[in-house]
Each structure stands twice: as C-alpha cells, then as structure tokens.
C-alpha cells in the first residue's frame, strides 16, 4: 500500500477468531487478517492490528468498526467510531459484496444466522447461539476426532459417492450416529458428507424455518470454506449458493464499511476516535464486579487503559457506566463503592 494511504478498519471480535479487513476510500478490500482469539480477546487484537500496521507502512487510518460478540470490548480498546451488532455487519457486507442479495447464511465458531434481505433492507433474520450443531467448532471436533485435517474436510465430503443419513439436530446424536456409521464399516468421506446433509438440513429446519429463501442466496462465515457444507446447502436449497471471495472476514468488512458511512456523514471536520496504532502497547486490565446498590445486582464490566479506568457497562441504571469521564485510577475505582 502507498505511504499514508487513507483507509478504514473493520474489527470482527468473536469466540473462535478475531478478524480486520482494511478497506480504502472506494470501499475496496486493500488487506485482511484472520486469526484465533484463544480466549484472549485483547491480545488478539493487539497482535491482529501490530500485524496488518506491519503489511501496510504508513496506513492512514480514517475510521474504525467493531462487531462480534466481542465488539463492545474491542471498541474501547481501539477507540471505534461505530459498534454495530453482526446481523447489521454481515448484511452491510454482502450487499456491497452482491447488492442483489436476498438471502445470507452465515456460520461461525460459536453460533450461526439466516438474514433476509428485500429491496436493500433487512426485513427478518434469526439466529442460533445455544446448540453447537453445524457450528464451525463442531465441524473442527469432528475433523480431528476423525484425523482430519479441517481443511481437507469438505474435499474428502465431495468424494462421496453413497451419501448416508446422519442425525443432525444435536451434536452429541450426531457424533454417536457418526461413531456407529464408522463402526459398521462406511466410508470416511461417505459419513463426512452424511454429517454436511444432516447440518444444512438442520439449519434451514430451524434457523430457516418460516423464513423465505431466496436467491441470490450467500454463504459467509469461516464454515464456508467447507466445499461440502456448500453443496449440502445447494442440495437442500435447489438454489446456486454464493461464496464470496472475503467469506472468513465478512463481519469485518461490513463494520469497516459502516465506520466510513458514518465518518462520511459527519461535518469536514469530523474525525476519528481511533486510538493509533499504538493500542498495540498499551496496557488493558479487564475485570468485573457485582454492584450490590439494588437487588438487580448487575454484574458490571470495567476495562483500564494504562492504569485509568476508559469504560464500564453492563449496569441497567447508569451508576457506573456515567461516571466515566473523570480521570480516576483503576486502584481507585475498585476501592470505590459508590458512584465515582
């Protein structure tokens, strides 16, 4: 990338990965980045953005989105100019990607979603955040249960030339249905493909239910790498399933996308609330604690940034999350308790 480039960062905070797409003025991806958070959220954000600063020298950063479930969190520690919610990131994204689109399956690490799209606008969406079936880190169990390499997943499930029919509405029936297949003698890539049927059928027996499917229909999240998740879905479907070229990073380029909506409308003079690419060396002490001053006893969430208190939330009246803004320690915040 050319010295001071400007350009707009999308965060994508989840369970599983976190992801940063950087995108320039025109809406174009100029870089992405996936890597795994492994329960270290800030860390992973420090090392993603000391990464992609390292790829691009002399990235002018004009704005800043956050999105996942770990978007609350990683807007305080960049300093984002928006946070939106992955239903709003995801569709902003594969309208741009496909302005046409109408349908968008998206499945992570940790949960999965159906959005429904008519006329540029998101009229229904649902999601499933409490089973593990058909959720990447299921597939990722299955995969090295079966010495699998997750990658050579959906390759060896388009080898199969007998599909078999495994139970897919719960992940523990469907890892002993796999377990019995494997048993009575079927082949690996004949159970792998039974396994990509059961969970799209599941998906749209569930998330899908009610909803109106119709094309173009994309298909987005790190599980759409799965050659044969994408088949199982065409088949189930009877539509052409759509994978676009940044499908790991779709979050992240829908809340770049929406950072540079918002900054574009704001005055001239409107800046961003990026923090720098310096965040990478900051010191972040995350904590919480329960307020006892009703019986809502709300569990609150405090973050320090180099020994001062940045943010709380998490209280439903206000106690704490208003009282930021006065310079105070974090030494003294968790002596306080009351309303600093």
Known sequence: MPQQTDAY?????????????????????????????????????????????????????????????GRHLAGIVVGADTVKNEITAHAVAAMHIVP??????????????????????????????????????????????????IEKFGEMAL???TPLRVAGRCAVFAESDMIHKQQ??????????????????????NIGKGKQIKGPVLFQGGVAANKGMKRAFEEVLGLEVVVPPYHNVMGAIGAALLAREHIGGQSAEGTTLFRGFAVVDYSYVPRSFECS?????????????????????????????????????????????VPL
């Open 184 to 205: 009575t003698g079927h082949q690996t890539s004949d159970i792998l493909n039974g396994l990509c049927q059961a969970l799209a059928r599941n998906y749209i027996n």
């Open 293 to 337: 001053g009703c019986p809502n006893l709300c569990e609150v969430v405090e973050i320090g940034i180099n020994d001062q208190v940045a943010a709380r939330w998490g209280d439903r009246c206000g106690k704490w999350s208003d009282s930021i803004g006065k310079a105070v320690s974090c030494e003294k915040a968790e002596k306080a308790s």
């Open 100 to 149: 046409e689109v109408q349908t968008v399956i998206e499945i992570g690490g940790q949960d999965s979603k159906i959005i429904i799209i008519r006329n540029g606008i998101v009229t229904d969406f649902a999601m499933n955040t409490v089973c593990a079936a058909g959720t990447g880190s299921f597939l990722d169990q299955q995969a090295a249960r079966l010495n699998i390499p």
């Open 159 to 161: 080898e199969s030339m």
């Open 9 to 69: 960062l999308g965060i994508d905070v989840g369970s599983v990965s976190t992801n940063i797409a950087v995108l320039d003025p025109t809406g174009k991806v100029v870089d992405t980045l996936y890597i795994r958070t492994q329960g270290q959220p800030i860390n992973a954000i420090q090392q993603g953005l000391k990464k992609i600063k390292e790829q691009n020298p002399g990235l002018s950063v004009g704005g800043v989105g956050t999105t996942g479930s």
